[in-house]
T-cell receptor, first 113, second 111 residues
């Protein structure tokens, strides 16, 4: 079975540019989570969806961040405009339910210059 | 509230045992454990639900003490492949469909 698929794997862009990260969850998983990982702050939950509906976006740091899930097989995390402090590894994860194991994608390593 | 893990880092020789603790100031319904190798994604190890159960996974096991609001991960006869950073994730508030992860414990196994 295919796991969670994220793209791109690496992204390097200049400050002020728009960045779009993509995620395809495991088929049949009703929950999708977006995390950010940095050395300073660890693994932080940004937002999660249940059946394509955003449930909790309290972890989204600023209005510059937005996330959508237009259908059960696709989600995006967008940063506009990007700033150097947004540099991090962004993970997408999916699960059958909130209480079930989360399966993580390989992550997107984002560098904002 | 982020759970607190201890120790922050531990170095062992192959074959030694390790214990990693995860404590919360809030009541817990479940505790999840994950392992992340350098440059890779976190990988699920096990879930423990309230009730004080202990679960095992090869030579890795864990316990969950609901009253003390803490969980411990036990790695026995450690192997080189056990190296990585271990995270506990707790559901906060209890029963929430999301996890809050601890800061991680870096485990290094030397030959």
């Amino acid at each position: 079975d295919a796991g969670v698929i994220q793209s791109p794997r690496h992204e390097v862009t200049e400050m002020g540019q728009e960045v779009t990260l993509r995620c395809k969850p495991i088929s049949g998983h009703d929950y999708l989570f977006w995390y950010r990982q940095t050395m300073m702050r660890g693994l932080e939950l940004l937002i999660y969806f249940n059946n394509n509906v955003p449930i909790d976006d309290s972890g989204m740091p600023e209005d510059r961040f937005s996330a959508k899930m237009p259908n059960a097989s696709f989600s995006t995390l967008k940063i506009q405009p990007s700033e150097p402090r947004d540099s991090a590894v962004y993970f997408c994860a999916s699960s059958l339910s909130g209480a079930q194991p989360q399966h993580f994608g390989d992550g997107t390593r984002l560098s904002i210059l | 509230q982020q759970p607190v893990q201890s120790p922050q880092a531990v170095i062992l020789r192959e074959g030694e045992d390790a214990v990693i603790n995860c404590s919360s100031s809030k009541a817990l319904y479940s505790v999840h454990w994950y392992r992340q190798k350098h440059g890779e994604a976190p990988v699920f190890l096990m879930i423990l639900l309230k009730g004080g159960e202990q679960k095992g996974h090869d030579k890795i096991s864990a316990s969950f003490n609901e009253k003390k609001q803490q969980s411990s991960l036990y790695l026995t006869a450690s192997q080189l492949s056990y190296s990585g950073t271990y995270f506990c994730g707790t559901d906060t508030p209890p029963g929430a469909q999301k996890l809050v992860f601890g800061q991680g414990t870096r485990l290094t196994i030397n030959p």
